[in-house]
């Protein structure tokens, strides 16, 4: 076992600087998972050369494997920095932003194109009914439930994003997360309400037929959601959305 863990850290200073690489060492202790080893890094900012530099920058929030916000590469992977076992990772342990989205500094990046994309595809439930929920909410079949509970766990993470080929900065494509969110939107009593509204946003340039069906984000999924589900759902939902568009004019 190694006395120590390495890391080889891509570091950026800014959106308009130059990356750079740098490595670090720190002393082994088991069960460290990559975040308490950057939070590690933070307070002894000091690279292998021996030179103290700024402390390393990246995004956390819930430490649960929930908020998505401490996505990151590791070792070329997509991953949560919070789930990942250092003991588990070859060394050294070689962590990047992830590179779909504009980097702020360091690991840590702008994923508002990802957001942006919920807001255009109404991804949302405006009022979940105007029925006494204890009385007179829809009846939902429990495999209904049981689909939709595993959408619903989506946290907008953007790993599905960064193994995507289709989505780029150059490309107009949603991406898988936003596809997955309008599958589960639609199939909600109140929200399939507004599933013409949501068909109709992933119908035109950078919608469905943007994905090439590569199969990726379902292998990188941390939540394991059958994304390709959606998307071949999506699929039929939007050719009877055509036909409909076309007929009852």
Not at 187 to 210: K, N, Q, V, Y
């Amino acid at each position: 076992m190694s006395s120590e863990i390495k890391f080889k850290i891509k570091r950026q200073d800014g959106p308009n600087n130059s990356p750079y690489w740098e490595e670090f060492a720190m002393p082994y202790a088991p069960s460290h998972n990559v975040v308490s080893a950057l939070m590690y890094l933070r307070e002894h900012p000091i690279n292998t050369r021996g030179e103290r530099v700024r402390p390393v920058v990246w995004d956390c929030n819930c430490m649960e494997e929930v908020c998505g916000a401490c996505t990151m590469l590791i070792n070329g992977v997509p991953k949560q920095s919070c789930a990942a076992l250092v003991d588990d990772l070859a060394q050294p342990i070689v962590l990047e932003p992830l590179t779909k989205f504009p980097v702020v500094r360091d690991l840590q990046v702008d994923r508002s194109r990802m957001f942006d994309a919920l807001r255009m595809t109404k991804a949302w439930v405006p009022i979940d009914g105007t029925y006494d929920i204890h009385v007179h909410a829809p009846i939902i079949d429990p495999k209904v439930q049981q689909e939709r509970y595993e959408f619903s766990r989506c946290m907008t993470c953007g790993c599905c994003m960064e193994a995507c080929p289709q989505y780029h900065p150059d490309s107009a494509f949603v991406g898988p997360a936003p596809l997955g969110q309008v599958y589960l939107h639609n199939a909600h009593p109140t929200g399939r309400f507004f599933r013409d509204d949501r068909l109709h946003s992933i119908m035109g340039e950078g919608g469905l037929t943007d994905c090439g069906n590569a199969q990726n984000c379902v292998q990188v999924c941390p939540k394991n959601i059958p994304l390709t589900t959606a998307i071949g759902g999506l699929g039929r939902q939007t050719t009877m959305q055509m036909f409909k568009d076309i007929f009852m004019k």
